[in-house]
T-cell receptor, first 114, second 111 residues
Framework: NAGVMQNPRHLVRRRGQEARLRCSPMKGHSHVYWYRQLPEEGLKFMVYLQKENIIDESGMPKERFSAEFPKEGPSILRIQQVVRGDSAAYFC????????????FGPGTRLTVT | DAKTTQPPSMDCAEGRAANLPCNHSTISGNEYVYWYRQIHSQGPQYIIHGLKNNETNEMASLIITEDRKSSTLILPHATLRDTAVYYCIVRVGEYGNKLVFGAGTILRVKS
């Protein structure tokens, strides 16, 4: 059973470009979460999604950030017009519907904005 | 939210038991205690969780006090690969699913 997959593992973008981060949850998991870890800081919740629904986006910055989890395909975290402060590790996690607190994390995408 | 307090760091000798404490004096009756760890630069890893009974799995044991105001994660035979930041979490979000990570405890296992 493959774990949570994230790609790319490393992403370099220039200021003003768009970044798209992908997450494929574990097989059978219908809940997806995105967390961000800034350099030398702790993990911060961003958004919680189920298929075609955003359940909790209380941790998402108000502008430039969006997330989706379509009926088919991976979850996407999209950052428009990236700035240097967006440089961080972005982790995706998934959980089964009946055990929402047992979240299984992917290896992360390390975004560097130059 | 139930706030947790953990020591910032701990050392443990390889092969010995590592006992990581967590205080959660404001925990409410329906909140679980969860433990995760993050090995350097990797994604966090779920370890164990419990409500009021002690729990054990292949990775660790969780001891929760009778009043539920504190708990201890026990790694019975720590190895160098257990060096990580350990997070104790009792918070549940409005929808019951988001994890709120504190600063955690840096556990250093030394040979």
């Amino acid at each position: 059973n493959a774990g949570v997959m994230q790609n790319p593992r490393h992403l370099v973008r220039r200021r003003g470009q768009e970044a798209r981060l992908r997450c494929s949850p574990m097989k059978g998991h219908s809940h997806v979460y995105w967390y961000r870890q800034l350099p030398e800081e702790g993990l911060k919740f961003m958004v919680y999604l189920q298929k075609e629904n955003i359940i909790d986006e209380s941790g998402m910055p108000k502008e430039r950030f969006s997330a989706e989890f379509p009926k088919e395909g991976p979850s996407i975290l999209r950052i428009q017009q990236v700035v240097r402060g967006d440089s961080a590790a972005y982790f995706c996690a998934s959980s089964p519907r009946d055990m929402p607190y047992e979240q299984y994390f992917g290896p992360g995408t390390r975004l560097t904005v130059t | 939210d139930a706030k947790t307090t953990q020591p910032p760091s701990m050392d443990c000798a390889e092969g010995r038991a590592a006992n990581l404490p967590c205080n959660h004096s404001t925990i409410s009756g329906n909140e679980y205690v969860y433990w995760y760890r993050q090995i350097h630069s990797q994604g966090p890893q779920y370890i164990i969780h419990g409500l009021k009974n002690n729990e054990t799995n292949e990775m660790a044991s969780l001891i929760i006090t009778e009043d539920r105001k504190s708990s201890t994660l026990i790694l019975p035979h720590a190895t160098l690969r257990d060096t990580a930041v350990y997070y104790c979490i009792v918070r549940v979000g409005e929808y019951g699913n988001k994890l709120v990570f504190g600063a955690g405890t840096i556990l250093r296992v030394k040979s």
